[in-house]
């Protein structure tokens, strides 16, 4: 009798089973017979990666289909829409097309439609040294510094920082940077992002049309770097200045007023005095 419960429980329990499992093996076929539409649009992307001043042909681009409920405002739909205009920024591939890479219709390719509205490009010749052994690069920041001497001798030479923080936009004929290799580009002049203001700095000649006013700036350079060395008074080092400019410019040598004691308000001007007002 216990072993004919036992084979019944057992049969029961096969059958219970084997049924579980057909009912889930039938759902799952129909499940994956199953297929969920949702609605697109076309939207043109980059059929490879494209650089800052390209100009788009039909061979650039293709159209895919795109969620529609997740197209990128300004996507655009057909590919006579991006043909013929210029980049402003990269692409890589597969990426959307927006309005904002893209230059207008009538600017053309190349670099000037990378140039921002108000902003110039100024090109500067440089070597394997200037240009940091040719790692200079679109999109990096340098300093223009220049190197001169007043009076053409070695000793008198002297550098000013002309502009600070500036973009590089191209180097040599390039204008984008190789962001997959990193490797260094030998060049002989990059192009400078700048506006009006900077460009006029970094054209100036930075040379007076008269060589005497040169030869003056050398000689009061020398004269603040000796009198800073030698921890100087300012007082006296103003003083010998004004002897040298009379001295360059033939004026006769004035005696210098006394210091004023640090703390004394004797001689100083006041807000009441006549001359003020």
Do not use: H
């Amino acid at each position: 009798m216990a072993r004919i419960r036992v084979f019944i429980v057992l049969v029961l329990a096969v059958t219970a089973g084997g049924g579980l499992a057909l009912g889930t093996y039938n759902y799952m076929q129909k499940a994956q017979g199953r297929t969920v539409t949702m609605p697109t649009r076309p939207v043109v992307v980059a059929a490879a990666n494209l650089e800052i001043g390209a100009d788009i042909t039909k061979e650039d681009v293709k159209t895919i289909d795109w969620p529609a409920n997740a197209v990128p405002a300004g996507a655009f739909g057909t590919i006579d829409e991006v043909t013929g205009r210029g980049l402003i920024a990269s692409v890589i591939q597969n990426e959307p097309i927006l309005p904002m890479k893209l230059a207008s219709k009538e600017a053309g390719a190349g670099l000037p439609p990378a140039i921002p509205p108000g902003l110039r490009a100024l090109s500067v010749r440089v070597n394997e040294v200037i240009g940091v052994a040719g790692y200079v690069l679109p999109g990096t920041r340098v300093d223009v510094v220049t190197t001169l001497s007043p009076t053409d001798k070695k000793q008198d030479t002297t550098s000013k920082v002309i502009l600070t923080n500036v973009q590089v936009l191209a180097a040599g004929t390039k204008i984008e940077r190789d962001s997959q290799s990193g490797k260094p580009v030998q060049v002989n002049v990059v192009t400078l992002l700048v506006n009006p203001y900077e460009a006029e700095r970094l054209s100036y000649p930075w040379r007076s049309a008269d060589p005497a006013a040169d030869r003056l700036q050398g000689r009061l350079s020398a004269l603040v770097q000796q009198t800073a060395a030698a921890q100087e008074a300012t007082g006296l080092t103003f003083a010998r200045i004004r002897a040298a400019v009379r001295e360059a410019t033939g004026e006769p040598n004035v005696p210098e007023p006394e210091a004023i004691p640090t703390g004394s308000t004797e001689g100083r001007p006041r807000l009441t005095e006549p001359w003020f007002c």
